[in-house]
């Protein structure tokens, strides 16, 4: 496998690899990744799909990315998805993928075309005081003093940054700027995570500094993740024959490992309790997905809270990557993430209204009437005094193509969900729906002697608990995820969040397709290049470009700097007058 860029490999069509109609392939899971490996096992690696198996516990396919109506329940969505023109993985399988509301076009088409018409942007990024715009104005909020200690990081080797902690390399100069506010609300960073996952969000999205403040930046599905990407993807593996086997629990896989070489020798499975084993040859290649950031999960109604589970499930993901993981070095540790759900939780929420009640507060704060079709609050609108550190959001409505008319899904969520609220004044993950939603009314400014029969009679709430939804952010070193292809590995790839691969960024759905197509690409020597992470972080325009927007666009000759440093800065400008220079430095107004 090998990376590239440009138009030359991103339009090439690979031959077929050499003795592929000989292999199989199990796929342990159903998620992004696991989808993505088996797509490009299709596409690219021309494998028959009748030899493709998908092996998934749930009834459902999908994984982290769902979106579902339980009977009696009600909607619920665990998370979103955000994405960038940059996704370069998704963008090159996507155009592919048929889509399956316009017939003749592709996923990426539609997309296209919808973030085209409708670009994304916020009116409205925090507020405060019950529901009043709090006014950040797009400004970051950072001294020079914090806006160093961000650029220190940046430069710092992540050898240098092994298990360390984000408040090992930031102190109250950032932790208390809009910057972080923005920041750990949009990508869900506690001040305990991993300083090296901080330092390469920042290099990752470089490039999108100055769409932090309005998420000018970002673009969204046009439904919830499941209907815009998962089915789309299920239907076009079904259409090559792809084998989903759903109720099928994979509980190990036996290795035979020595110093050069490590095979695959057997998948362990659950079926309606059976245990059952699949034995496998050179020729069957394996991609598992270890780990789960929604392993545990819960859900609750409008009347029950979602249960906080903390113990690791026998047979669950953690278990058997647990299993995995004693019988080689190479096969990562999963302690390392799944040992502390109290650094590792977050709640969401899914409120359903019902009728017109609740939607004047929604429009008084995003200044956009949800039921146009079109961007609505544009991203996560933060409550800066919430005790919970409560966000929510509204993406384009319908986010259910089966949702009824006049009905708006609001997606709302807590980082800390162990702080009792400010006006239901429990701990998030002890509320029922009820009172989840009667928490988020009083921030968006419902009277108080209204908000408990609107929470009641206009809303319908869903509580989630998730205690592993940000393990992979927890601090780490080298070595604690498997590559996605082991040193050695014969016949098996690892898949998902907790394989490693370089330069990329966890949480996002390009991490989890990027594994799939490099796991596939190596397996099969596919003889195309995987289209390398953007280098925006190797471009002078991107960093002079965020460095002057992270400092609210003052200039450099804005520094409170010393006499001999200005002396030094005035002699500098001097030598670069009338020189490319100067030119590029004053069209990104550093100068």
């Known amino acids: 496998m090998y990376y590239a860029s440009g138009n030359y490999e991103a339009f ?142 940046f430069f710092t080797p992540n050898e240098d940054l092994q298990n360390k902690r984000i408040t090992d390399v930031f102190d109250d100069e950032v932790l208390n700027s809009n910057f972080w506010l923005y920041w750990r609300t949009m990508f869900a960073f506690e001040n305990w995570h991993s300083a090296l996952e901080m330092k390469l969000y920042i290099q990752r999205f470089i490039h999108h500094i100055g769409g932090l403040p309005d998420f000018k930046a970002l673009r969204f599905t046009k439904y919830n993740q499941y209907e815009s990407m998962i089915l789309p993807m ?23 490992c020595n110093e050069q070489r490590k095979l695959a020798t057997r998948i362990d499975t659950l079926r309606d309790g059976k245990e059952e084993h699949i034995d496998l040859t050179e020729n069957d290649l394996v991609f598992i997905t270890n780990g789960g950031c929604v392993e545990n999960s819960s859900i609750g109604d409008q009347n029950t809270p979602a249960k906080f589970n903390t113990e690791i499930r026998e047979s669950g993901g953690w278990d058997m990557w647990r299993k995995i993981a004693a019988q080689d070095p190479s096969f990562g540790h999963p302690d390392k993430f799944c040992s502390d759900p109290e650094q590792t939780n977050w709640m969401s929420a899914t409120v359903e209204t019902l009728d017109d009640r609740i939607i004047p507060y929604i429009k008084n704060i995003c200044k956009r009437d949800p039921f146009t079709g079109k961007v609505v609050t544009g991203g996560i609108v933060s409550v800066k005094d919430s005790s919970w550190l409560l966000s929510w959001t509204i993406n384009r409505q319908p986010q259910f193509k089966a949702q009824p008319k006049g009905h708006c899904l609001v997606w709302v969520y807590g980082l800390f969900s162990d702080k009792p609220g400010d006006y239901v004044k429990k701990p998030m993950r002890e509320c029922t729906g009820k009172e989840i939603c009667m928490e988020w009314l009083y921030h968006i400014g419902v009277p108080e002697d209204q908000i408990e029969d609107l929470a009641e009679t206009s809303a319908n709430t869903v509580p989630c608990m998730m205690p592993y939804i940000t393990a992979f952010f927890m601090p780490r070193a080298y070595g604690d995820r498997p590559d996605v292809v082991p040193a050695g590995a014969v016949n098996f790839a690892f898949l998902g969040q907790f394989a490693e691969t370089k330069r990329d960024t966890i949480f996002t759905t390009e991490y989890s397709m990027r594994t799939g197509m490099e796991a596939v690409y190596t397996l099969l020597n596919v003889d195309r290049g995987v289209p390398e992470v953007w280098g925006s972080v190797y471009d002078l325009r991107a960093l002079l470009d965020a460095t002057v927007k992270l400092r609210d666009g003052k200039k450099v000759t804005d520094m409170d700097l010393g006499l001999i440093e200005r002396l030094v800065l005035k002699e500098a400008l001097k030598k670069i007058e009338h020189t490319d220079i100067e030119k590029l430095l004053k069209e990104y107004n550093v100068i």
């Open 234 to 256: 299920v239907k076009y593996l079904e259409s090559y024959g792809v084998q989903f086997h759903f109720g099928v629990k994979v509980t190990n896989v036996e290795f035979d």
């Open 12 to 153: 090439a069509r690979p031959k077929k690899p050499e003795g592929v109609d000989q292999k199989s392939a199990y796929i342990v899971g159903s998620g992004l990744a696991a989808l993505t490996a088996a797509c490009y096992l299709v596409r690219d690696g021309q494998m028959k799909g009748e030899h493709v198996h998908i092996l998934e516990k749930e009834q459902l396919a999908g994984g982290a990315c769902d979106g579902w109506k339980f009977e009696n329940v009600g909607y619920v969505m665990r998370g979103g998805r955000e994405m960038d023109n940059h996704f370069e993985v998704m963008w090159d399988l996507f155009r592919s993928i048929p889509s399956i509301e316009t017939e003749g076009v592709s996923v990426l088409d539609e997309y296209y075309w919808l973030n085209k018409e409708d670009p994304n942007y916020s009116l409205c990024r925090a507020t405060v005081n019950r529901g009043e715009d709090a006014y950040t104005d797009g400004k970051f909020d950072i001294s020079d003093k914090g806006a160093m200690e961000i650029m220190k990081l």
